[in-house]
C-alpha cells in the first residue's frame, strides 16, 4: 500500500479559496488514479473528485463541478485539489486515496476500489 499526506486544510470565510495536497510514497506513484473525498460531520465518506494515473482524465461530484480542480504533479508524487468558491456545505474532512489497481480507472467514485488513505485535512468554510 502507498502512504498519503494531505495538507492545506484550514478554516475560511463563504466564497475563498483553498489548495489541498496529498503527498504520496511507497507506490509508482504514476501508475495510479488518485481520488479526494470527504467526510462531513454525521454523514458518510463521499466522492469528491479524481484524477487517472496520467492526468488526462478527471471526474468530479455534481456537488463540486466547476469550483474545484484536481491536479497531479507524477514528479513530485502530488495531488492537488483546488477549491474556489468554497460554501459552509463543503465543511468536512477531506482525504486523498490511491486506487488498489495500477492503470486501471473503474469507477471513480466507488470507494472499495482505492487501498490506500491518507489521515485526512480538515476544511471550515463559515458562512
Known amino acids: 500500500q502507498a502512504q498519503l499526506v494531505e495538507s492545506g486544510g484550514g478554516l475560511v470565510q463563504a466564497g475563498a479559496s483553498l489548495k489541498l495536497s496529498c503527498a504520496a510514497s511507497?507506490?509508482?506513484?504514476?501508475?495510479?488514479?488518485m481520488g479526494w473525498f470527504r467526510q462531513a460531520p454525521g454523514k458518510e465518506r463521499e466522492f469528491v473528485a479524481a484524477?487517472?494515473?496520467?492526468?488526462?482524465?478527471?471526474a468530479y461530484a455534481d456537488s463540486v463541478k466547476g469550483r474545484f480542480t484536481i491536479s497531479r504533479d507524477n514528479v513530485k508524487n502530488t495531488v492537488y485539489l483546488q477549491m474556489n468558491s468554497l460554501k459552509p456545505d463543503d465543511t468536512a474532512v477531506y482525504y486523498c486515496?490511491?486506487?488498489?489497481?495500477?492503470?486501471?480507472?473503474?469507477?471513480?467514485?466507488?470507494?472499495?476500489?482505492?487501498?490506500?488513505w491518507g489521515q485526512g485535512t480538515q476544511v471550515t468554510v463559515s458562512s
Open positions: 484524477i487517472s494515473s496520467g492526468g488526462g482524465i478527471t
Open positions: 486515496a490511491t486506487k488498489r489497481r495500477p492503470y486501471y480507472s473503474g469507477n471513480y467514485a466507488r470507494q472499495d476500489e482505492y487501498d490506500s
Open positions: 511507497g507506490r509508482t506513484f504514476s501508475n495510479y488514479a
